[in-house]
């Protein structure tokens, strides 16, 4: 059964909300996001497939919530309801997919452009507003490379920034607007009457949850709910006992003097792993 919900004010911590929004309104609520984010003045010049192409019948099709180019950088969003390990390692697939992707279309590696990942994390702990992960080294910081960074920003946690009337959310005030309820987001305009961006995005989203039949499958979402946890349980299961395996499997060949090359061969252990077997 579909019910409607017309009590409710959805912000944009809902994907379908964020989708619409965002990627509507000649991208003017995206570009301050961007801004805010990377810290340079972006515009959207193309908005890309989301579409995770598979590679066989068994892998699931993937939809990432937004992908697009701007001037000098390619950008995937994904607002996640909460940062499981299981989220990071689907998040972490989406960049290195596209990363893959439009480097092998260049014609050379040497690409100006840059590639960025932003999560805009809701349910998260912790009183850090913004994560920035590189692939680096972890004794000389020395990145691996330069035009790849995921970007983590705690929603939950501007949101009490703005709260205590903390100047530090003031760098984020087109981020923290997307996860204001209606009054929230009215007291915000009132705060700070000269931001059109605001403003406008106050009108968009009150047009938004007037006009537009938002409508829930409870039935549906229970049995995906149901159906996730399930694969998670037993995709960590799965891990777990081949994990067992390898490591039984090396603390026998270990007592049977095998070499290390040996162990890590038959194992695929690494070898600080084995050794911390020895």
């Given at each position: 059964m579909h019910t409607k919900i017309n009590n409710k004010w959805l912000t944009c911590k809902y994907d379908k909300v964020f989708k619409s929004i965002m990627l509507g309104n000649n991208y003017m609520f995206l570009n301050a996001l961007l801004s805010e984010v990377i810290?340079?003045?972006?515009?959207v010049i193309n908005n890309l497939s989301?579409?995770?192409?598979?590679?066989n019948k068994k892998e699931r099709v993937k939809i990432m919530d937004c992908l697009v180019?701007?001037?000098?950088a390619y950008v995937n969003i994904?607002?996640?309801s909460n940062i499981s390990n299981n989220i990071k390692k689907r998040n972490f697939k989406y960049i290195t997919t596209f990363y893959n992707e439009f480097t092998g279309n260049s014609k050379s590696y040497n690409s100006e452009k840059k590639f960025?990942?932003?999560n805009l994390n809701y349910g998260s702990n912790g009183s850090i507003k913004r994560y920035n992960h590189f692939m680096q080294d972890k004794e000389e910081n020395k990145k691996y490379v330069d035009n790849l960074q995921i970007v983590?920003?705690?929603?939950d946690y501007l949101k009490k920034l703005w709260y205590?009337?903390?100047e530090k959310v003031n760098e984020y005030i087109h981020v923290l607007m997307l996860c204001l309820e209606k009054e929230e987001l009215a007291e915000l305009r009132n705060e700070r009457k000269d931001d059109e961006i605001i403003m406008a995005y106050e009108k968009a989203m009150n047009k938004m949850n007037e006009d537009f039949v938002f409508t829930w499958d409870y039935e549906k979402d229970n049995e995906m709910l149901i159906n996730t946890i399930k694969e998670d349980a037993e995709q960590e299961g799965m891990e777990k006992g081949m994990k067992k395996q390898?490591?039984?499997m090396a603390k026998n060949l270990i007592n049977k003097k095998m070499s290390l090359d040996f162990i890590q061969e038959v194992t695929n252990l690494s070898k600080i792993q084995i050794q911390k077997l020895m």
């Amino acid at each position: 059964m579909h019910t409607k919900i017309n009590n409710k004010w959805l912000t944009c911590k809902y994907d379908k909300v964020f989708k619409s929004i965002m990627l509507g309104n000649n991208y003017m609520f995206l570009n301050a996001l961007l801004s805010e984010v990377i810290g340079t003045k972006e515009e959207v010049i193309n908005n890309l497939s989301t579409e995770h192409k598979v590679k066989n019948k068994k892998e699931r099709v993937k939809i990432m919530d937004c992908l697009v180019e701007t001037s000098d950088a390619y950008v995937n969003i994904e607002v996640n309801s909460n940062i499981s390990n299981n989220i990071k390692k689907r998040n972490f697939k989406y960049i290195t997919t596209f990363y893959n992707e439009f480097t092998g279309n260049s014609k050379s590696y040497n690409s100006e452009k840059k590639f960025y990942q932003i999560n805009l994390n809701y349910g998260s702990n912790g009183s850090i507003k913004r994560y920035n992960h590189f692939m680096q080294d972890k004794e000389e910081n020395k990145k691996y490379v330069d035009n790849l960074q995921i970007v983590e920003i705690n929603m939950d946690y501007l949101k009490k920034l703005w709260y205590a009337k903390d100047e530090k959310v003031n760098e984020y005030i087109h981020v923290l607007m997307l996860c204001l309820e209606k009054e929230e987001l009215a007291e915000l305009r009132n705060e700070r009457k000269d931001d059109e961006i605001i403003m406008a995005y106050e009108k968009a989203m009150n047009k938004m949850n007037e006009d537009f039949v938002f409508t829930w499958d409870y039935e549906k979402d229970n049995e995906m709910l149901i159906n996730t946890i399930k694969e998670d349980a037993e995709q960590e299961g799965m891990e777990k006992g081949m994990k067992k395996q390898q490591i039984e499997m090396a603390k026998n060949l270990i007592n049977k003097k095998m070499s290390l090359d040996f162990i890590q061969e038959v194992t695929n252990l690494s070898k600080i792993q084995i050794q911390k077997l020895m």
